[in-house]
């Protein structure tokens, strides 16, 4: 008897579809540990990624599917999680990193940085394990806005250690050097100091999403990433205004040359100064998704000059908020891409 309800509850699981994935949870391996006792079916399910924005649905519809079943009468279900990682990461580079994410702009001024680093402490809070790597080998930012302008990163075994701060891991040429000193170099030493980054680097534990902070434009250093390392997607940051949307433009065009999946268009501030909708017509028009936007707000400038990244500064503000769905939306997009490619390592063998 107990054996008949536990497969009656699988079955019933089994017509539980994952809304993004269009396929069952139990296709999908993503139930676990299933028992059924005194009316109770207990299990787990194990999502693609911790920072899933659509948990209430599928724990909702389990819960639905589950309680038709005659004899059981409550259900208890156990969250985790385990991230797709990209096989072309794992086949060319021996890094314990799943995913390497790409953010980048046509041009400069549109607030990439600040959506970088908002962005990987929004996926840390979430739960995902997150790197935060700084491209912008030129003029690096990311130190300011993580608070991480003092001291140099410590070596150990021949591995720089990267600063742990907010839940992630962060690595960047400022960290490296004089915060007055220029830096004159050549696309050659960008290619170099990007690789360097990757190799030379103690990622010592599984990184779900490193998120690489790119610098402005169309120039050498998103080629040289796109030569080093397999990148599963690129984000587009712009901002409202036709003359940003055409250099969105570029920069979606550049990574399509690179045979880089685009994951979607962030609109960054929005609001009266900037207006509003060109990001999302611009997705439109391109068929990618669009990912959010993101209001203008001097909290985020605030908390980008108090190495205070606003996620963590004023976490309840409608901002914060913003923040925080744009990065589930990403994680999401991740887990799409990733679960419907022949590269990708699947659920049962990882995590």
């Known amino acids: 008897m107990a054996d008949q309800l536990h497969d009656a509850v699988m079955k019933a699981l089994s017509t539980v579809i994952e809304p993004e994935l269009h396929r069952d949870i139990v296709t999908l391996n993503m139930v676990r540990d299933l028992s059924v006792a005194d009316g109770v079916a207990r299990f787990t399910i194990v999502l693609t ?52 994410i790409a953010v980048g702009s046509g041009k400069g001024g ?35 806005m993580l608070g991480l302008t003092h001291g140099r990163p410590m070596v150990k075994d021949g591995k720089i250690m990267p600063f742990e701060v907010y839940g992630i891991k962060a690595i960047s040429m400022g960290f490296m050097i004089d915060p007055d000193k220029a830096m004159v170099w050549r696309g050659p030493m960008l290619n170099s100091a990007i690789r360097q980054f990757f190799n030379d680097v103690d990622w010592d534990r599984d990184i779900d999403y ?114 925080r769905r744009f990065a589930r939306d990403v994680a999401a997009r991740v887990s799409v891409l990733q679960l419907t490619s022949s590269d990708v390592i699947p659920l049962n063998v990882i995590g």
């Open 49 to 100: 990624t911790p920072a899933c924005p659509l948990k209430d649905v599928i724990f909702k519809t389990a819960e639905q599917a589950v309680l038709n079943v005659p004899g059981v009468t409550k259900i208890e279900v156990k969250w985790d999680s385990s991230v797709p990682a990209d096989r072309r990461i794992h086949g060319r580079m021996s890094l314990p990193i799943r995913n390497i």
């Open 210 to 323: 490193m998120i690489v902070d790119l610098p402005p434009g169309t120039g050498d250093a998103p080629l040289s990433l796109a030569q080093a390392v397999p990148l599963s997607g690129a984000i587009i940051v712009s901002q409202p205004q036709d003359v940003a949307i055409g250099d969105a433009l570029r920069s979606i065009s550049m990574f399509e040359q690179l045979s880089v999946p685009i994951l979607g268009i962030v609109e960054n501030m929005a609001g009266d100064l900037f207006g509003s909708g060109g990001g999302e017509r611009l997705a439109n028009e391109k068929n990618v998704p669009f990912l959010g936007r993101i209001p203008l707000d001097v909290e985020i400038r605030k908390g980008g000059d108090m190495g205070r990244p606003v996620v963590i500064s004023q976490p309840e503000s409608a901002t914060a908020q913003a923040f």
């Open 110 to 144: 549109v607030g990439k940085t600040s959506i970088s680093v908002n962005l990987a402490v929004s996926l840390a809070k979430e739960g995902a394990r997150v790197g935060l790597m700084d491209a912008d080998i030129l003029t690096p930012n990311v130190p300011i």
